[in-house]
């Protein structure tokens, strides 16, 4: 009979230092969120590394910023279409 529980997952520790000033301010605001030091640090530090890597991996733009971006890149400027064609042509410290 197939197993019908997903397997769990062990939960890893993070440890840290951290000076006596910074952790009764952590402290008062996990109580004041009425949660534990963990959850708090956890939950927010979470969020946290979500947004920072949604800003790294994501765009967000309207349509008609999305049309124009493609435009752009359709048509580049004939000016900048020689000195592009040198740069994509240059040896650089990673083809050696």
Avoid: G, W
């Avoid at 009764?24 to 927010?44: C, D, G, M, P």
């Amino acid at each position: 009979m197939a197993r019908t529980h997903p397997i769990e997952q062990k939960e890893t520790r993070i440890s840290m230092r951290v000076d006596p000033e910074r952790k009764a301010l952590i402290v008062r605001a996990a109580r004041l969120r009425h949660t534990t030091v963990s959850n708090f640090i956890l939950e927010n530090a979470y969020s946290v590394a979500r947004e920072i890597i949604a800003d790294e991996t994501q765009i967000t733009m309207t349509k008609e910023q999305f049309a124009h971006m493609c435009h752009v890149l359709d048509n580049p400027p004939a000016a900048n279409l020689q000195k592009m064609r040198k740069l994509l042509n240059t040896k650089t410290v990673l083809d050696e």
